[in-house]
């Protein structure tokens, strides 16, 4: 059976979202660091920095309409493209799972808050549904809430691909409107928090406007007649979002911002452009964001529990901001290391295997396609 998607469309990969991505891991690090025992001034500073994983998800939406698009037209097509996503997601997100579940039963057991262990959530956990309303708190790994959020919209791209198809980019941004003022709404009468706080409780419905817009960018991208011979636009938008988030101004309007230095990133580039964002490093460093992201809270438990701990409030210092600062530091040298050794050949293996549940998708579209031949 068909999966209707839009037409195809020129490939080309946009390294320039690669470097604001790893900015942005960086900003959601800090936002958490900051919240455990940090200075004032830190908490201050990164207080609205989880809209970066709202930034994250339009990034996400962006570059996963315009990898595939036209590339998901059967069955077939939607299980390998799973199993790619998959092998993407899935390795970081069952190791450091499983090491938190190796540390609640280690020396470091008293150094970890106990409600993260909790062992009716390990199933919804490794299941990546415990985004999905299927847990009564944060749980494990606890960023990792986000990735079950994205792997929804996975399985929910050829709709995606449907609604663009049809009605094009203005109906995607439409569609997200009218999901925002639902989650608004929901929130108003006390059902739901502010949608953009959405984590364990139901968390995926906060995926689904960002990703819809960022599909919807992706569309229109090599139509905008708006030319750009340099990243300023970019970085003027990134950094009046992260001035926005130190105002406290409204969520929305922060994310306007991500978002346009999103699409302003992507015209630059799109029109020959170079700059910081375009430099091997800054790219390399893009390719690391996820495990910044993935391993962080584990590297607190090490950086912020046992050397703070042990070392600086022995000293009578407080958790410093510079402390904060060393931390990310760190959490880039250890990812780096996570990166090369561990997410890299998993997702290799997994690509490569022939995991019985994507090979029965390609079994049933090729006895449908005999069926449909005969």
Same mark, same amino acid.
């Given at each position: 059976?068909?999966i209707?998607?839009?037409?195809?469309?020129?490939?080309?990969?946009?390294?320039?979202?690669d470097?604001?991505?790893?900015?942005?891991?960086?900003?959601?690090v800090?936002?958490h660091?900051?919240?455990?025992?940090?200075?004032?001034?830190?908490?201050?500073?990164?207080?609205?920095?989880?809209?970066?994983?709202?930034?994250?998800?339009a990034?996400s939406?962006?570059?996963?309409?315009?990898?595939?698009?036209?590339?998901?037209?059967?069955?077939s097509a939607?299980?390998?493209f799973?199993?790619?996503?998959?092998?993407?997601?899935?390795?970081?997100?069952l190791?450091?799972?499983l090491?938190?579940?190796?540390?609640?039963?280690?020396?470091?057991?008293?150094?970890?808050?106990?409600?993260?262990v909790?062992?009716?959530?390990?199933?919804?956990?490794?299941?990546?549904?415990?985004?999905?309303?299927?847990?009564?708190?944060?749980?494990?790994n606890y960023?990792?809430?986000s990735?079950s959020?994205?792997?929804?919209?996975?399985?929910?791209?050829?709709a995606?691909?449907?609604?663009?198809?049809?009605g094009g980019?203005?109906?995607?941004?439409?569609?997200? =409107?009218? @999901?925002?003022? %639902?989650?608004? &709404?929901?929130? #108003? $009468?006390?059902?739901i928090?502010? +949608?953009?706080?959405?984590?364990y409780?139901?968390?995926?419905?906060r995926?689904a406007?960002?990703?819809?817009l960022?599909?919807?960018l992706?569309?229109?991208?090599?139509?905008i007649?708006l030319?750009?011979t340099g990243f300023g636009?970019?970085?003027?938008?990134?950094a009046?979002a992260?001035l926005?988030?130190?105002?406290?101004v409204?969520?929305?309007?922060i994310?306007?911002?991500?978002?346009?230095?999103?699409?302003?990133?992507?015209?630059a580039?799109?029109?020959?452009?170079?700059?910081?964002?375009?430099?091997?490093?800054?790219?390399?460093?893009?390719?690391?964001?996820y495990?910044?992201?993935?391993?962080h809270?584990?590297?607190?438990?090490?950086? =912020?529990? @046992?050397v703070? %701990?042990?070392i &600086?409030?022995? #000293? $009578?210092a407080?958790?410093?901001? +510079?402390?904060?600062?060393?931390?990310l530091?760190?959490?880039?040298?250890?990812?780096?290391?996570?990166h090369k050794?561990?997410?890299?050949?998993?997702?290799?293996?997994?690509?490569?295997?022939?995991?019985?549940?994507?090979?029965s998708v390609?079994?049933?579209t090729?006895?449908?396609q005999?069926?449909?031949?005969?």
């Amino acid at each position: 059976m068909p999966i209707p998607v839009a037409s195809s469309q020129q490939r080309r990969r946009y390294v320039s979202l690669d470097g604001l991505r790893f900015i942005a891991a960086m900003g959601v690090v800090a936002h958490h660091y900051a919240g455990l025992g940090g200075a004032p001034i830190a908490e201050t500073l990164f207080a609205k920095n989880y809209l970066f994983v709202d930034f994250f998800f339009a990034i996400s939406g962006f570059v996963i309409f315009h990898n595939y698009v036209g590339r998901v037209s059967t069955w077939s097509a939607y299980g390998d493209f799973l199993k790619n996503r998959l092998a993407r997601i899935y390795p970081l997100h069952l190791f450091t799972c499983l090491v938190y579940v190796a540390l609640a039963f280690t020396l470091w057991r008293d150094r970890i808050d106990r409600s993260f262990v909790d062992s009716s959530a390990l199933l919804p956990n490794l299941l990546l549904v415990h985004a999905w309303g299927t847990t009564q708190a944060t749980s494990f790994n606890y960023p990792s809430w986000s990735i079950s959020a994205e792997w929804l919209a996975y399985l929910s791209f050829p709709a995606v691909g449907w609604l663009i198809a049809r009605g094009g980019a203005r109906a995607a941004v439409l569609v997200a =409107i009218l @999901l925002i003022d %639902g989650l608004d &709404l929901a929130s #108003a $009468g006390g059902i739901i928090e502010p +949608w953009t706080t959405l984590t364990y409780h139901f968390g995926a419905l906060r995926a689904a406007p960002t990703f819809l817009l960022g599909a919807a960018l992706a569309q229109g991208i090599e139509r905008i007649p708006l030319k750009l011979t340099g990243f300023g636009w970019a970085w003027a938008c990134f950094a009046g979002a992260i001035l926005a988030m130190m105002a406290g101004v409204h969520d929305q309007l922060i994310l306007l911002l991500l978002l346009a230095s999103v699409a302003a990133a992507a015209i630059a580039e799109r029109d020959g452009a170079t700059g910081l964002l375009t430099r091997p490093f800054m790219v390399a460093l893009g390719d690391l964001s996820y495990a910044i992201y993935m391993i962080h809270p584990l590297m607190a438990v090490a950086l =912020i529990n @046992l050397v703070a %701990g042990k070392i &600086l409030h022995l #000293a $009578g210092a407080p958790l410093t901001l +510079w402390c904060i600062f060393c931390a990310l530091a760190a959490n880039v040298g250890v990812a780096a290391a996570v990166h090369k050794w561990i997410e890299v050949p998993s997702r290799n293996y997994l690509r490569r295997a022939q995991l019985p549940i994507f090979a029965s998708v390609k079994t049933l579209t090729r006895i449908n396609q005999k069926k449909t031949a005969a």
